[in-house]
T-cell receptor, first 112, second 114 residues
Framework: GQNIDQPTEMTATEGAIVQINCTYQ??????LFWYQQHAGEAPTFLSY????GLEEKGRFSSFLSRSKGYSYLLLKELQMKDSASYLC?????????????FGGGTRLMVKP | DAGVTQSPTHLIKTRGQQVTLRCSPK?????VSWYQQALGQGPQFIFQ???????QRGNFPDRFSGHQFPNYSSELNVNALLLGDSALYLC?????????????FGPGTRLTVT
C-alpha cells in the first residue's frame, strides 16, 4: 500500500525559514514531488527529486533520502504570499504517465 | 500556450444525478489524469487516460468512468451521485512519449452534491 505523511498545519513568521517534512512508504518509487496549492486553486509544481540529496531552486529547496523514505521542503525568506498548502506526492513507477500518490498536505500560515 | 483547462468551474447537482466534467490538456501533452480532492485533503488519483484508453485506476467505484478523445481531451463521468462525491475534481496532463515527469494541473471543477 501507499502511505505518505506530512504535518497538517505549520505557522511561521515573515522573513523566517520553515521546513516541511514528508515521510513515505510506497510499493514503488520513482520520484517525489512537491506542489504548492493556494486555497481554491490548482496545485503548482515546485520541485522533483528522484536521487538522494538537495535540489535548490531560488527560495525553495527540496531534499530526498530514499533509504529513509524521507523528504523535506525548505522555504527561505518567507513571504506572506507563501501562505498555502504544500503537497508531497510520490510517483510509483518510471512511466511518465504514472499516478501520483499525495499526502494530505501541510497548510502553512505565514504571519507578519 | 494554453495550460490545462477544465469546465465547468462550478457545478451543483442533486443526489442520484449524473455529471460530466471536461478537461483539455496542455498543448503537446497526450496523457490525462483525474484526481478528486476533498476539502482539506490531498488529491486522490481516480484514473489516467493515454491513447484513448484507461491505463491506471485508483480505488474508485465503477460509478466513476471516463473517456479520452483523439485530440487528447478527456471527460470524467460520475453516475448516481452521492453527497460524498462533493469535491474539487482536478485534471492533470503530462507527456508520456517524452517521458516527461511533470504533471500540470488544471484549475479544477468544484462539484457540490446536495
Amino acid at each position: 500500500g501507499q502511505n505518505i505523511d506530512q504535518p497538517t498545519e505549520m505557522t511561521a513568521t515573515e522573513g523566517a525559514i520553515v521546513q516541511i517534512n514528508c515521510t513515505y512508504q510506497t510499493s514503488g518509487f520513482n520520484g517525489l514531488f512537491w506542489y504548492q496549492q493556494h486555497a481554491g486553486e490548482a496545485p503548482t509544481f515546485l520541485s522533483y527529486n528522484v536521487l538522494d540529496g538537495l535540489e535548490e531552486k531560488g527560495r525553495f529547496s527540496s531534499f530526498l533520502s530514499r533509504s529513509k523514505g524521507y523528504s523535506y521542503l525548505l522555504l527561505k525568506e518567507l513571504q506572506m504570499k507563501d501562505s498555502a498548502s504544500y503537497l508531497c506526492a510520490v510517483r510509483d513507477d518510471g512511466n511518465a504517465g504514472n499516478m501520483l500518490t499525495f499526502g494530505g498536505g501541510t497548510r502553512l500560515m505565514v504571519k507578519p | 500556450d494554453a495550460g490545462v483547462t477544465q469546465s465547468p468551474t462550478h457545478l451543483i447537482k442533486t443526489r442520484g444525478q449524473q455529471v460530466t466534467l471536461r478537461c483539455s490538456p496542455k498543448s503537446g501533452h497526450d496523457t490525462v489524469s483525474w484526481y478528486q480532492q476533498a476539502l482539506g485533503q490531498g488529491p486522490q488519483f481516480i484514473f489516467q487516460y493515454y491513447e484513448e484508453e484507461e491505463r491506471q485506476r485508483g480505488n474508485f467505484p465503477d460509478r466513476f468512468s471516463g473517456h479520452q478523445f483523439p485530440n487528447y481531451s478527456s471527460e470524467l463521468n460520475v453516475n448516481a451521485l452521492l453527497l460524498g462525491d462533493s469535491a474539487l475534481y482536478l485534471c492533470a496532463s503530462s507527456n508520456y512519449r517524452r517521458s516527461s515527469y511533470e504533471q500540470y494541473f488544471g484549475p479544477g471543477t468544484r462539484l457540490t452534491v446536495t
